[in-house]
């Protein structure tokens, strides 16, 4: 079992940063890659960024690209998000997700199907 707990949500305002963080205790020695994924009201849950455990190899979705870097702390298990000029259609709430099964990630790491644990989620509000 892997266990993850988001942090750094908040209200923040239309251009505004945020950061969060997700930390993995554990067997996390089984992950293989992490993900950010985000969920509006009424919305499915929607792919953010993912990155390689081991290689740090990142991906964005296009919608974040320029404004959200994923990244990881492999000393301290922590994966992060750092928001920059955020927009009120970023709001939602903000799930990490991490990744044992290698096959399944590397040809599905957009789909939540690819993940096999999950944090409680994380708030992020941004106001016009």
């Known amino acids: 079992q892997v266990q993850l707990v988001e942090s750094g949500g908040g209200l923040v305002q239309a251009g505004g940063s945020l950061r969060l963080s997700c930390a993995a205790s554990?067997?996390?020695?089984?992950?293989?890659?992490m993900g950010w994924f985000r969920q509006a009201p009424g919305k499915e849950r929607e792919f953010v960024a993912t990155?390689?455990?081991?290689?740090?190899?990142?991906y964005h979705t296009d919608s974040v690209k320029g404004r959200f870097t994923i990244s990881r702390d492999n000393a301290k298990n922590t994966v992060y998000l750092q928001m920059n000029r955020l927009k009120p259609e970023d709001t939602a709430v903000y799930y990490c997700?991490?990744?044992?099964?290698?096959?399944?990630?590397?040809?599905?790491?957009?789909?939540?199907?690819?993940?096999?644990?999950w944090g409680q989620g994380t708030q992020v509000t941004v106001s016009s």
């Open positions: 990155i390689n455990w081991s290689s740090g190899i990142t």
């Open positions: 554990g067997r996390t020695f089984s992950t293989y890659a």
């Open positions: 997700a991490a990744a044992t099964r290698a096959e399944e990630y590397i040809t599905r790491r957009t789909r939540p199907y690819a993940y096999d644990y």
